[in-house]
């Protein structure tokens, strides 16, 4: 139980397009979906909380209107870079805290997605 | 602001040795505490957590940590380190009315054969 996915797992683009990335939970519903960044060699850094039917919210130095993020289900959370440049180039992380129910996985417990690889030329 | 530091960057032992890594945390009410692990081109998995009670909390994979209260630390604990345990580790921490999750810069763990 507590598997989330993520899609795509690697992507290239070009500078200036934008990108889409999904993040579902696949057995369990999210309350609460995060997005992390992860540069090689470092730790995870938050860049935003997502709340079903509500606005994101955004860690300080985040652009939110770069990084836009979606939460139409809770089971689904989308993140899309727009207008990507290379120094947005890095790994993408999200992961999601499960709805409180008895037969669901731990409360306040992340399980993260497997990342997605986004490349900018 | 809470903050944690792992003590070990990178850490190389052989098989059958005893591994500890060290965590701290700085944060000024309850918090959570877990250790994750990410094997090479894996994602991050749940190794333990604690959040009350017995502060000796097993986990999965023979892994244990113990939560020093008065330390502000939760080190991770194995008695004896397989191959396939080289992964990088992660300790995090949250408060516990907070959603918010820190992580630790992460160790990496190699294992010899």
């Known amino acids: 139980g507590a598997v989330v996915s993520q899609h795509p797992s690697w992507v290239i683009c070009k500078s200036g397009t934008s990108v889409k990335i999904e993040c579902r939970s696949l057995?369990?519903?999210?309350?609460?979906m995060f997005w992390y960044r992860q540069f090689p060699k470092q730790s995870l850094m938050l860049m935003a909380t997502?709340?079903?039917?509500?606005?994101?919210?955004?860690e300080q130095g985040v652009e939110k209107d770069k990084f836009l993020i979606n939460h139409a289900s809770l089971t689904l959370s989308t993140l899309t870079v727009t207008s990507a440049h290379p120094e947005d180039s890095s790994f993408y992380i999200c992961?999601?805290?499960?709805?409180?129910?008895?037969?669901?996985?731990?409360?306040?417990?992340?399980?993260f997605g497997p990342g997605t690889r986004l490349t900018v030329l | 602001a809470q903050s944690v530091s792992q003590h070990n960057h990178h850490v190389i032992l052989s098989e059958a040795a005893s591994l500890e890594l060290g965590c701290n945390y700085s944060?000024?009410?309850?918090?959570?505490l877990f250790w994750y692990v990410q094997y090479p081109g894996q994602h991050l998995q749940l190794l333990l957590k604690?959040?009350?009670?017995?502060?000796l909390v097993k986990g999965i994979k023979g892994f244990e940590a113990e939560f020093i209260k008065s330390k502000f630390s939760f080190n991770l604990r194995k008695p004896s380190v397989q191959w396939s345990d080289t992964a990088e580790y992660f300790c995090?921490?949250?408060?516990?009315?907070?959603?918010?999750?820190?992580f630790g810069a992460g160790t990496t763990v190699t294992v010899r054969a």
């Open positions: 604690y959040f009350s009670g017995d502060p």
């Open positions: 995090a921490v949250k408060g516990s009315n907070d959603y918010k999750l820190s």
């Open positions: 997502s709340n079903e039917g509500s606005k994101a919210t955004y």
């Open positions: 944060y000024g009410g309850t918090v959570n």
């Open positions: 992961s999601a805290e499960s709805f409180k129910s008895p037969e669901g996985p731990s409360t306040d417990t992340q399980y």
């Open positions: 057995d369990f519903q999210a309350t609460t």
